[in-house]
């Protein structure tokens, strides 16, 4: 069965632009004949991290770009941290950006390259020291940055993206050509700045990635948001399966017939059985498998990933 997906409400109707870090009113963005924001009505509450995901030409980067006031919207209005995108000197000041890959002077030390930044934007209390430790550089800081690796210049952008102290934090691919080491450090980073009480705004390819920081979800297709809301609540997030393990691998095709008996889907994967079914027929399943001589060792809920409540939300569109 796919998700019922409906459209996402006016974002006004959800909450005040106290509680909202972001809410964007029918933001509509043309190139040419080409829609690349149509229509957008979203809302990112304050002190979350807020995944934008979707398809390649979903409008994401078009998105964050008009919320930073980088291009201008052919229709339409949002506002951020309760100031209109047509004004953008009234809110620029709360608000950090990492919009495709950083840049620094390679022959400077990270240290020399926050100091030249926060000297250019006029950050005069910036503290380097700190910053540093925060995105986890303070032994490195005195390094000239391009002996940096990537992940290092993904944080050292963050950095840079820290300096005024902002209030919201807008990223575009954070973790994007970053190792797995890599990747735990920015999702460690991203962690420790909600919990520090900064919203943030990540955009993203990496839907694993995603699922495992997001406390808010917006989902765009076409340019239009059909998903607004908690992480959670995602809808094919609830369609929940379970996963059973018997004593004997042979067993785990009497429980696969029992579940197919009664309509659910079942299949085998790595040596346990799942199951698309809901948590009320984890009894009966139990006591069908007694009667058949099949014994559970071991029956689990299992819940949707974002990738597949994803695809199921594409699908259903499609």
Request: glycine share 10%; net charge neutral; hydrophobic share 40%.
């Amino acid at each position: 069965m796919t998700p019922d997906v409906t459209p996402v409400a006016t974002p006004g109707t959800l909450a005040s632009p106290h509680q909202s870090a972001i809410e964007t009113h029918d933001l509509t963005k043309r190139f040419g004949e080409r829609r690349a924001v149509d229509a957008l009505s979203i809302q990112v509450p304050r002190g979350v991290i807020a995944g934008l995901v979707g398809p390649n030409g979903a409008g994401k980067t078009t998105t964050l770009r008009l919320l930073l006031g980088l291009i201008r919207p052919t229709g339409g209005d949002a506002v951020v941290l309760g100031q209109s995108i047509h004004h953008p000197r009234a809110f620029m000041h709360r608000v950090g950006a990492l919009i495709e890959g950083p840049a620094f002077y390679p022959t400077l030390s990270g240290r020399t390259n926050l100091s030249t930044l926060a000297t250019l934007g006029r950050h005069r209390h910036a503290d380097i020291t700190e910053l540093l430790q925060t995105v986890g550089l303070a032994d490195r800081g005195r390094d000239m940055s391009r002996t940096y690796s990537l992940g290092m210049k993904q944080r050292l952008g963050i950095a840079a993206a820290l300096l005024s102290d902002p209030e919201l934090l807008i990223l575009d691919e954070p973790a994007n050509g970053l190792d797995p080491p890599g990747i735990i450090e920015m999702r460690e980073l991203m962690r420790r700045l909600r919990d520090g009480g900064k919203t943030l705004l990540v955009s993203s390819h990496l839907l694993a990635e995603v699922d495992q920081i997001a406390d808010w979800l917006i989902v765009l297709v076409g340019g239009k948001a059909v998903y607004c809301g908690p992480a959670a609540s995602l809808p094919g997030r609830q369609s929940s399966g379970m996963l059973v393990a018997t004593e004997s691998p042979a067993q785990l095709d009497v429980v696969v017939r029992i579940a197919r008996d009664r309509g659910y889907t079942a299949v085998v994967e790595s040596g346990q059985a799942r199951i698309a079914a809901p948590s009320s027929f984890a009894g009966e399943l139990n006591r069908l498998a007694m009667q058949a001589g099949a014994t559970l060792v071991e029956l689990h809920q299992v819940q949707s990933t974002l990738e597949e409540s994803f695809l199921q939300i594409i699908g259903s569109i499609n």
